[in-house]
């Protein structure tokens, strides 16, 4: 029988490595899928879910165990995710004042092609942080609500409110395409 | 049920996050309402299709290789933490004490320059060889900076012998080659009662 998240960490604390490795597999692909699915490229998402797992790991004694140990990579991922989003859109915004006065014009209406060629992941890109987080959670990582609302650091209710407004959004913009 | 009530409700009846009492609601509405179906489907082809959207796999070699990128990161960063933190409060505690003892050393050292250079004087008071009274048969040298006990000006410090009489073979040669400095000699080694004796004689 595999050795639950628990028993793995309480091995690393007691110096096995092998469990350090045990959980970085266990987990790698959920946590890069998440920040893959947040931030849409792979350099970002490979820098953030290793961020998130050492992080977790120096950190591991602050782990008060309220929550799986997956839960609690999630929450650190997430926050990672929210950081690297909030300096791409101050990034962004710069770039944009410099695009508008340097980018020739059919720079735009290659955006524009590529958006019509896929409105629902642009609709996604689109989607505010918190309502974003809740569909990725809940539709690429199955989990329940109250478990999305411990992630997200919100309640239950809050966590269907974002799922529900996230996907109303991405409806009206696919009817929107095929009407 | 009315179709805004059903609107609300489209979400978590496709994911099965009603009561059983609640579905038997809506899927009656449903049965009877176009409207709602068409909604309901339009949700639902939301759902499907945003869940169709793949992540591109990174492939085996970079997760076999991630767990070591992970312990690499986590070691460069702990050994950047330490070199930042400076020393520990073990290392902090003994460099204290070191610290202390250097100091205690330096003062240590400076106490004895500072005794030894006050008690020069006591020193070479004691260690100075006695004129020749107590050497018969030798004429008396002064060191040119040897202090001389008469300048000090303390009579208890004169009364330490008993000067003979300036005819005294011991005496008489410094006397005949410098007799201002074999006065001054003798003042150092006489009382004031001898002195005046001495000063009577002359």
Not at chain 1, 40 to 45: S, V
Not at chain 1, 97 to 125: C, H, M, N, W, Y
Not at chain 1, 136 to 160: D, P, Q
Not at chain 2, 54 to 65: I, L, T
Request: proline share 4%; net charge negative; glycine share 4%.
């Amino acid at each position: 029988m595999a050795a639950s998240d628990y028993q793995l960490l309480d091995r690393y604390a007691a110096g096995d490595e092998s469990a350090f490795e045990e959980l970085v597999l266990r987990h790698q692909k959920t946590v890069y899928d998440l920040a893959y699915r947040m931030l849409e490229n792979h350099a970002d998402a490979a820098d953030l879910a290793q961020k998130s797992f050492v992080q977790a790991f120096l950190h591991h004694r602050s782990f008060k165990r309220e929550s799986s140990f997956r839960t609690w990579l999630y929450q650190i991922c997430l926050n990672q995710c929210r950081n690297a989003l909030r300096d791409r859109a101050r990034l962004v915004h710069e770039d944009v004042e410099e695009l508008a006065l340097a980018a020739p014009q059919d720079t735009f209406a290659e955006v524009a092609k590529s958006e019509l060629k896929d409105r629902l992941g642009q609709a996604i890109r689109t989607l505010p942080a918190r309502q974003r987080e809740a569909l990725v959670l809940r539709v690429y990582h199955n989990h329940a609500f109250a478990e999305i609302g411990v992630i997200m650091s919100c309640s239950e209710g809050t966590a269907k409110a974002n799922y529900h407004h996230a996907v109303d959004k991405l409806r009206r913009v696919l009817m929107a395409g095929e009407g | 049920m009315t179709c805004n009530e059903i609107k609300e409700l489209t979400v978590p009846y496709l994911e099965l996050d009603l009561e059983p009492s609640r579905v038997r609601d809506v899927t009656t509405h449903l049965n009877g309402c176009a409207g709602c179906r068409a909604e309901m489907e339009a949700v639902r082809q939301v759902l499907v299709r945003v869940k169709g959207m793949a992540v591109p796999d990174p492939g085996d070699q970079f997760w076999r290789e991630f767990p070591h990128r992970v312990r690499h990161e986590m070691a460069r960063l702990q050994s950047t933490a330490t070199t930042l933190a400076g020393p520990s409060r073990y290392q902090r505690f003994w460099g204290g004490v070191v610290t202390a003892k250097r100091t205690l050393a330096l003062a240590a050292s400076l106490l004895l320059v500072v005794s030894a250079w006050l008690l020069r004087g006591q020193f070479d008071e004691a260690t100075a060889p006695a004129p020749s009274v107590s050497q018969p048969g030798q004429p008396v040298k002064m060191a040119a900076s040897q202090p001389r006990r008469a300048d000090r000006g303390q009579d208890s410090e004169f009364a330490t012998v008993d000067l003979p009489a300036v005819v005294d073979a011991d005496w008489h040669d410094y006397w005949e080659v410098d007799p201002d400095a074999a006065l001054m000699e003798m003042a150092g080694h006489v009382d004031r009662q001898t002195m005046d004796r001495l000063l009577a004689d002359i």
